[in-house]
Antibody, heavy 118, light 106 residues
Framework: QVQLVQSGAEVQKPGASVKLSCKAS????????MHWVRQAPGQRLEWMGW????????RFSQKFQDRVTITRDTSASTTYMQLSSLRSEDTAVYYC???????????WGQGTLVTVSS | DIQMTQSPSSLSASVGDRVTMTCRAS??????LNWYQQRPGEAPKLLIY???HLQSGVPSRFSGTGSGTDFTLTISSLQPEDSATYYC??????????FGGGTRVE
C-alpha cells in the first residue's frame, strides 16, 4: 500500500533553515507530483509547492517561492522540503502528499511539527 | 489565485442529523473539487474527489454535489466519529492549489 513517512519534529531558531524529508513506498515514485502543505495552529491548510518526482520540475506558491526549495532523491524515493529564514509564523505542521487531480489517488504523510522559537 | 470560501465555519449537530456545508470558488473550477476530513492531530483524509465521487472506503452517508463555483458536502446521518473539520480544495489551477477555511463539525 502507498505510504509516505515523514521525518521527525524539529525545533529551530528564527533565521535558521529546516529541511524535512518524505519517504515514499508502495507505488512508482517518479510517476506523480509530491506536494508540500502546511498548517499553522488553528489555521487552514496552506499549499506551498510541488515537485514532479520524475523530471525534478518544481512550482511554488508566490508566498513561499523566495524561501522554499523542494528536491528529490529518486534512488531513495524521498522528497525534501527546505524552508529558510524561519520566523515564528512558520511554526506549523508540514505535510507531504501525492495526488492526481480529480482521481482517488491521494495519499498523505503523517506530518512533521516545526517549531520556530528563540 | 482562486479563493475558496466555506460556510458555515462551524456547526453543532446531533447524532442522526443531516448536515450540509458549502464551498464557493471565486471563479469556475468545473468539478476539480475535493473534500477532506481532518480529525485533530491527524492528516487530512480524502472523502470526495471530482466534486461528486466517493473515495473508496468512505461511508455512503457522505455525498458531494456541485460544479462551477458552488459545491456542497452532505452527511446524511451524522455519527460521533464524524466530529472533525472538513476542507474543500480546488485543483483547477495548479499552481496554486487552494483550500477553503474549513467547517468544524461538533
Amino acid at each position: 500500500q502507498v505510504q509516505l513517512v515523514q521525518s521527525g519534529a524539529e525545533v529551530q531558531k528564527p533565521g535558521a533553515s529546516v529541511k524535512l524529508s518524505c519517504k515514499a513506498s508502495g507505488y512508482k515514485f517518479t510517476s506523480y507530483h509530491m506536494h508540500w502543505v502546511r498548517q499553522a495552529p488553528g489555521q487552514r491548510l496552506e499549499w506551498m509547492g510541488w515537485i514532479h518526482t520524475g523530471s525534478g520540475n518544481t512550482r511554488f506558491s508566490q508566498k513561499f517561492q523566495d524561501r522554499v526549495t523542494i528536491t528529490r532523491d529518486t534512488s531513495a524515493s524521498t522528497t525534501y522540503m527546505q524552508l529558510s529564514s524561519l520566523r515564528s509564523e512558520d511554526t506549523a505542521v508540514y505535510y507531504c502528499y501525492t495526488a492526481v487531480a480529480a482521481t482517488p489517488f491521494d495519499h498523505w504523510g503523517q506530518g512533521t511539527l516545526v517549531t520556530v522559537s528563540s | 489565485d482562486i479563493q475558496m470560501t466555506q460556510s458555515p465555519s462551524s456547526l453543532s449537530a446531533s447524532v442522526g442529523d443531516r448536515v450540509t456545508m458549502t464551498c464557493r470558488a471565486s471563479q469556475s473550477i468545473s468539478t476539480y473539487l475535493n473534500w477532506y476530513q481532518q480529525r485533530p492531530g491527524e492528516a487530512p483524509k480524502l472523502l470526495i474527489y471530482a466534486a461528486v465521487h466517493l473515495q473508496s472506503g468512505v461511508p455512503s452517508r457522505f455525498s458531494g454535489t456541485g460544479s462551477g463555483t458552488d459545491f456542497t458536502l452532505t452527511i446524511s446521518s451524522l455519527q460521533p466519529e464524524d466530529s472533525a473539520t472538513y476542507y474543500c480544495q480546488q485543483s483547477y489551477t495548479n499552481p496554486p492549489l487552494t483550500f477553503g477555511g474549513g467547517t468544524r463539525v461538533e
